[in-house]
């Protein structure tokens, strides 16, 4: 049994997760560096263990079970750059029709006096 405790300790130590979870915090408030390792120690748990190992660590199952969906599921909040890369996007693409708009008036009035130059010199041939 010894070995795998130090075997254990030895593999938290290279993944740089912290052994021991605070004590003199409430688990509310706890980092989310925290909270991932306080779900991974308890993975494995179900029941009377789960139930023990909460009362050890001062944490409700309902709280694992909020982490949980909060690292499974990321809320849309949580992502301030997606939402301003689809504002952005948006604003591109009204951008682009207003410009589509602009040069199609702008190939119209370009039209147009051609037409009218054309038109006089028409007139003015007669006169002559």
């Known amino acids: 049994m010894k070995g795998w405790i130090q075997q254990q300790n030895k ?6 997760q912290p052994t021991h979870l605070p004590t003199n915090l409430a688990s509310s408030q706890w980092s989310a560096e925290e909270r991932l390792s306080a779900l991974l120690e308890s993975h494995g748990y179900k029941d009377q ?3 023990a190992w909460c009362r050890e660590k001062g944490v409700f199952e309902q709280q694992l079970r909020q982490w949980h969906h909060e690292f499974c599921q990321p809320s849309k909040g949580h992502l301030p750059a997606e939402s301003a890369l689809r504002q952005a996007k948006q604003r591109n693409d009204q951008l682009e ?3 589509r708009r602009k040069d199609k008036a702008l190939a119209e ?7 009218q130059k ?3 010199a028409l007139w003015e041939d007669e006169e002559k």
């Open 11 to 16: 593999a938290q130590a290279l993944t740089g």
């Open 49 to 51: 263990a789960l139930h």
């Open 97 to 99: 029709r207003e410009l």
């Open 109 to 115: 009035a370009a039209a147009l006096l051609v037409l």
């Open 118 to 120: 054309k038109f006089q």
